[in-house]
Structures are given as C-alpha cells and as structure tokens.
C-alpha cells in the first residue's frame, strides 16, 4: 500500500506557479492557474478563470502586485478539436495614478475611488476567427486590500462564502457576459515548503498548505455556453458541439525599449507568447527544464513534439524507483501511439470516461461536420459543456478541485485500475465564493502568511 507520506516525497509541484526558468522572472505574466467550467449559479453559463502573480504577499505595498499594461492576456477556445482558437477572449489594462506627489497606495478608505492613487482599468475583446468585437468597453480593477485602516469590515470578507462589497462592486456586465479583475484569494493548495526542504516529509509539525494566506490576480469571464458551441446551439452529444477545449496565454511585445531616464519604456513589435497554461501540473511535472520554456512559447497545434513527455511519464519513472510504487509505465488504449496512452486520452484529446472525448471522434481522423480539418492530441483543458452538473478536473476545473490529488493518481493509473494517490493536502482554511468570481476574497495586508495563514 503507498502511503500518504511516501507520496509526498516528489518533485516539488504547484500548479503553475513559477513552473518554468523564463517566466519564473516574470511574475505579471506568469499564470498561476486556470479554471473552465459551467456556473454552478446557472449551468447554462460557462465561467474562465485566469490567474498570474504566484506567491503573492498580501502586504506587498507600497507597490503592490498588479497587472501589467505590457501583457496582454487571453483566454482562448477550441469548439471544434483541431487545436486552433475558434474564440479568444483578449484583456488588456492601462494604470493611471491620482496622486502621483504621494507614496501612498490610498489616501483614505479604499471603498471611495476617489482616495486610490493607483488605479487599472481594462478592456475586453473577443476575437472569433480573426474578427475582434469589443464586448466590455471599460472595467476598473478591484482595489488591494491593503488593511483594517484602510478597509472596513464587510468591504472585503476572505473567511466568507458570501462576496464583500469591494467584490460585487467590481463585477461588470455586457450583455449576457459578466467580468470581474483584481486581487483574489489564492485558492490552490500544496505543501511546498517540506518538499523543497530535502524532503522533510515527517517533521513534527505535520504536511500542510504552504500556499495559504497568499493572494493572486485573478481574470474572471462568464459568458453563455451557447456563445462558445460551434453551431451556437445548447450544447448537446446529440450536436457534436458538447465538448470545448479552453487554455490560456500572456503574450508581451516583441521588443521593450528602456528609456536611461528610468522614467519612459516603450514595447514594440508584435505579440510574442511567453506563458500557456490549459490543464494543472503539465509544465511542472511532466516536461523536464529543456522544455518549458519552449511549451510557454508553444502554440498547442505543435504539441507533438512534446508526445513523448505525455507517453513515457518521468514522475512515474521517479515514483517507482524512489518510492517503490507499482505506477505503469505503458497502457493500451488503442490509439496506436504506444507508452501511457490512458494520460494521451486524458490530457491531450479527452477521455470517454470523463465525457470529454465526443463519440465519433478519432485521433487523426477528420472531426464531424467540419470539411478539412483533423482531430487531433493536444494539451488542453476540456470542458463537457452539457449537463446540469459544473464539472471536476479533468472535465474542466473548478476553483476547489483537489488536482494534485487527480494529477498522481493519474501518473499512477487512476483511468487503468482505480489506484487513488492522495498528497495528505486539503483545502483547509481556503475559502470559496458561492457566486461569480467563486475564489475568495483577497487576504489582507494585516495577514501575514507564514507556512500558512495567521489570524
């Protein structure tokens, strides 16, 4: 039997937090996590999350984390299985300072905009087949929570279910659509610390969530699933339009220009993709340092030069000749590739078992209804849009889900014989919303996280 323990005792995961060595020193573009699924408020809306700046202090003034005006951010979707975007959702953000003669964040309670210096505003613009539509004209970004001096009780509420009044006042509505851009609890949870600290898995103080108590940036986008099928029909087995494949990108210019006044930069050029992020864990675990960088740069049309990752897994490789467990190093699953073709099903094309892979659906074979194009193995979150329930990793991903858990019983043959690996790691002390954006309010800057989060 493995135990909970030895399990732990693996190379150091977090779902993408710092995961690669180019984007680890970008921490604005770098995307900590991203989550597709349908509303549990209304199943008949699907909800993208995207989160960036990993490890975020809460008390990070007087600058503190934001986004950046340099990056564009996207969510993208695939409704029909080529790995192509048919859909992108493009964010972009201009900061502005009121009181540029102060150090100051605030200069009185954050709940009057009035008193914030800093302020970020976005846009939002879809992009279907190449024809962009702006859908959110202007939104402003929630404000930091900086502290009880300058926030009051109930403005933001990070131990409650229920938003505070700084989060619902940062909701914005287009039409059908719904977004909301600040500063969020982070909702992730791993024991980072006795990994990295050679291994101490049995000191006395026992595994815990190291993640607790730190904040992210947090994109959250709600439109109607009928917005994102590819016939723009209720999404249905029955119209072969049930099934999306969703993942996220931050892209900077080609070229950045530094003024030697220190004052004025500049980027030029086109976009370039420095960051990519569809299912959890995939940079860190599956693909060794000489490619990540190249997979952050990787559109997933070219994901077959990274097949050989997803066939021959090395942290089952480390599993068992570390820890002495039995996780298979080859499954047949008949589609003709060879190594672990139950991880290629799950993670690459979709899997029968989870209602992600569409029935007359064949690698390699052309897709139903689309003259031309080819199904094919790419790395992505898939989403089975039809139903009354919102989804559990990896049929989507909701704000709570266990995915470490998931990803080592994957490595370990969860989809071949049932075996289930748990990390001794649960989400004690996090809190999630009950209604969009569903991840918590955001820790203050009186909490200071510490191996976890002190009140």
């Not at 959110?136 to 279910?161: F, M, Q, R």
């Not at 904040?215 to 699933?225: D, G, K, L, R, T």
């Amino acid at each position: 039997m493995i135990t909970t323990l030895a399990l732990l005792a693996l190379p150091a995961i977090a779902s993408s937090h710092r995961e690669a060595p180019a984007i680890a020193l970008d921490p604005a573009a770098d995307i900590t996590d991203f989550y597709a699924f349908r509303s549990p408020e209304d199943t008949s809306n699907a909800v993208f999350i995207l989160n960036v700046n990993p490890l975020e202090p809460p008390g990070g003034g007087p600058n503190f984390h934001r986004f950046d005006d340099n990056v564009l951010y996207q969510v993208h979707v695939d409704n029909e299985g080529d790995g192509e975007e048919d859909i992108s959702f493009q964010v972009q953000f201009e900061t502005t300072y009121t009181y540029p003669e102060t150090f100051l964040y605030n200069v009185g309670a954050v709940s009057n905009p009035a008193n914030l210096n800093m302020v970020q505003t976005y846009t939002v613009t879809r992009v279907d087949d190449g024809v962009a539509t702006t859908i959110l004209a202007s939104g402003t970004v929630a404000p930091i929570n900086v502290g009880v001096a300058s926030v009051a009780d109930g403005e933001y509420s990070p131990e409650s279910e229920t938003p505070g009044s700084l989060t619902t006042a940062a909701i914005e509505s287009s039409g059908a659509y719904r977004f909301f851009a600040g500063p969020r609890q982070e909702g992730f949870y791993v024991d980072l610390e006795h990994t990295f600290d050679l291994l101490n898995l049995a000191s006395a103080e026992g595994n815990q969530n190291t993640l607790l108590g730190f904040n992210v940036h947090s994109i959250a986008i709600e439109v109607p699933v009928t917005s994102l099928t590819k016939d723009g029909l209720a999404a249905t087995e029955a119209n072969q339009n049930h099934v999306i494949s969703a993942w996220a990108t931050t892209s900077r210019r080609a070229v950045q220009v530094r003024r030697a006044t220190g004052v004025d930069t500049a980027s030029r050029g086109g976009w370039v993709q420095v960051a990519r992020l569809g299912n959890p864990l995939v940079n860190e675990v599956v693909l060794p340092v000489s490619q990540k960088d190249i997979f952050n740069a990787a559109h997933p049309r070219d994901d077959y030069q990274f097949l050989a990752y997803a066939q021959h897994l090395l942290l089952a490789d480390y599993m068992n000749a570390i820890l002495g467990t039995s996780c298979p190093t080859e499954y047949d699953a008949g589609l003709g590739l060879g190594g672990r073709e139950d991880i290629i099903l799950a993670f690459l094309t979709g899997h029968p078992a989870t209602g992600t892979l569409p029935s007359g659906y064949a690698l390699g074979g052309a897709i139903p209804g689309e003259s031309g194009k080819v199904f094919g193995a790419f790395e992505a979150l898939r989403v089975n849009l039809e139903g009354t329930g919102f989804g559990q990793w990896p049929d989507g991903r909701y704000v709570s889900d266990d995915v470490v858990d998931v990803a080592l019983s994957a490595v370990c043959g969860y989809l071949i014989d049932g075996t289930f690996v748990p990390d001794g790691v649960d989400s004690t002390g996090l809190t999630y919303l009950d209604s969009f954006p569903f991840l918590g309010d955001p820790w203050s800057g009186n909490d200071h996280p510490s191996g976890g989060h002190d009140r």
